[in-house]
């Protein structure tokens, strides 16, 4: 409650309205809570969302009351935000309920545990922001995407809008849709769509990813089929395996990058 009432003032002071400020951040912890659901209940390696309401939630707040309902302060603090809505790819939540999970299974202790996360999150957030700026002022940084939130705040500005009932139609037809799915996937053991799976299906991570997906589906579903769910168990540290692997060969190649001062291979790790 804290924290909230804190990050309303900041946005407040930044220029926005109470009343947008509060919208924006209820809308925003409302993502957090289903990406980090998503996460624990899916298990998926990605859930970025970019294409997903072109952004976030900031986007949201511009769709559904109109740019012309909003004067230019508000347009402006919404887009200073962007950085941490153009997509949700690094959402903390998701990892430190994961974390939590890993402190239960090993009778590690809450407390201590809640602690470390604290301290890390601190810590991480002055690093990352000391290693962008150090990175931007040294070497540059031709791939950032500051352009398309002020682009967008310049059409905003030039070419003001009213709310977009068409982007809310097609919101409310996949709300519904996903309740569907949810029910069907409740009352039949069978039903083969996942709910979670329309909401990541249009995302962007997922073109780089689909045809591993694939083929893991393909080779669990045969396993099931064919050996049981004995045998999908022995397989299990073959597949762990795989993934450590991945992880030692893209940041072995990611170091040597770093030491010779030369482009390689990038991984999607």
Not at 208 to 231: D, E, H, N
């Amino acid at each position: 409650v804290v924290g909230f009432a804190a990050l309303v003032v900041f946005s407040i002071q930044a220029g926005m309205a109470v009343w947008i400020a509060i919208v924006f951040f209820v809308l925003y912890f409302a993502i957090s809570i289903a990406i980090t659901r998503l996460r624990a209940e899916l298990g998926a390696p990605v859930h970025d969302l970019w294409s997903v309401g072109s952004a976030g939630t900031d986007s949201f707040v511009s769709t559904f009351f109109g740019t012309r309902r909003l004067d230019p302060r508000n347009l402006t603090a919404l887009t200073l935000f962007y950085g941490f809505n153009r997509d949700y790819r690094g959402h903390a939540m998701p990892h430190q309920l994961e974390s939590m999970k890993i402190s239960h299974s090993l009778n590690l202790g809450w407390k201590r545990f809640g602690t470390a996360i604290i301290i890390a999150t601190f810590i991480g957030s002055v690093t990352s922001a000391w290693a962008f700026l150090h990175s931007y002022h040294t070497i540059g940084f031709h791939g950032g995407f500051g352009w398309e939130t002020h682009n967008r705040l310049q059409r905003w500005f030039f070419y003001p809008s009213p709310p977009d009932f068409a982007a809310l139609g097609f919101l409310g037809f996949g709300v519904i849709f996903t309740i569907v799915l949810m029910i069907l996937r409740l009352r039949f053991i069978w039903f083969p769509l996942h709910p979670l799976g329309y909401a990541l299906a249009p995302s962007w991570s997922m073109n780089l990813i689909w045809f591993p997906l694939l083929i893991s589906w393909a080779v669990k579903l045969l396993v099931l089929r064919y050996g049981g769910l004995s045998t999908l168990r022995r397989f299990i540290p073959f597949f762990l395996g795989l993934i450590l692997g991945e992880f030692i060969v893209g940041g072995f190649w990611t170091l040597i990058g770093i030491f010779i001062h030369v482009p390689t291979y990038a991984f999607w790790i």
